[in-house]
């Protein structure tokens, strides 16, 4: 047991050190992530020390179960790669160029326009992928446009990791959370829905009073982008999206894994996007550029983190920090637990270890908790970078587009929106449930 907490602690610590001072290596003219590599080490020696065996990873990795890492890669990946592929043509830039263009000289206009475009791309898409999308559109036009970015991307960031609660598709942590706990997307969305919506409702109110006297200032710009988008395939990729979607509400009555859906989806997608280029003689550069995308450096940080929880399980460790909590209200206890364990150890490996936490006698307690922690998973990600990989792309993107956006600012920011928006939606849980 001793060992097996100090290689998580220290895996735990390296991570949140990457993240900060080392985030990426260049290794000739590839740059690599090191955050997986932290937790891939650590793995590595959970095995040596023999804290797991591979034959409890084997079972894992292959169990029929609904926490199986594999299922809920594919699941993620292939709405991923249907999100990646509508940004690809154009789709999203399209949206974003529009809404700027609607907006006319008004800040105010243009701040609301694009949160809700953010929130609603967000939740029938990714937060990940809204996020790549839209940092790099708000950095170029705030420059042209001679206004402060601020605003923008901290609407953007918060909105892109609160409306990602509603659905149980918006964020990986939902997916592992809720099929840990055997809960379908028509359940989930039933108790979700509400607090996600006055979450928004309050965070939109907050950062608005926040940079209501920058917002009042008038723009002066006239912002023009060529937007390269191909209708035909905006709509094939729409379409695949909408019926994925579809069939994921249903998924619970026709018997059919969520993962299998979508996997389905992006397939049909891949083959139809092909038949359309080989027709059109095109190419394949839509395509390729969406696998080159996908975040691969996500399967080793996850089934990493997953063979680290594993081994902390077989321990017991889990168990002693599973009696703490339940010894308060389960919505608040997990809710605010989550929130700042994503702010130390990721919001991915901490749904990983909270999965496996609310044990409890009392069956709606334990789904309380559940809800609770999806919630501290979504919105813990806007404290600090380290709460999501989200806000380590987010960081990223700002340096390379020299906006002063440092982790001071990220706090600062974060702290001040994302306390009100976690105490509202798990008051609202807590009124639900």
Known sequence: MLTTSIIAIITCILLIVSVLFLPKIKIRTREIHTYWIVCLIGAIFMLIFNDISFKDIYQSFTSHSNINPIKILILFFSMTLLSIFLDEVGFFKLL????????????IKLFIILYILTSLLTI??????VILTFTPFICYFCKNAHIDPKP???GEFAAANTWSMMLII???TNIYLATAANIDFISYLKVMLVPTLLAGIVQLAIIYLLFRKKLNI???SDFEEHISND???IGVGLFHLIICLLLLV???YINIPMWIISLVCAISLFIIATIISLINKKGFKHLISTLKRAPYELIPFVLSMFVIVAAINKQNISGHLSKLLENGNPIFAYGLSSFLMSNVMNNI???????TLPNMSNSLNSLRATYATIIGSNIGAFLSPIGALAGIMFTQLLNKYDVDYGFKTFIKYGFIVAIPTLLTSLLMLFIIL
């Open 218 to 220: 008038a723009m002066n």
């Open 96 to 107: 974003a160029t529009n809404a700027a263009h609607l907006a006319k000289k008004s800040q």
């Open 124 to 129: 029938f898409t990714s937060n990940d992928i």
């Open 349 to 355: 490996p901490m749904s990983v270890l909270f999965s």
């Open 152 to 154: 923008y991307l901290v």
């Open 170 to 172: 918006g964020n990986p």
């Open 250 to 252: 249903i998924s619970s």
């Open 231 to 233: 209708k035909l395939e």
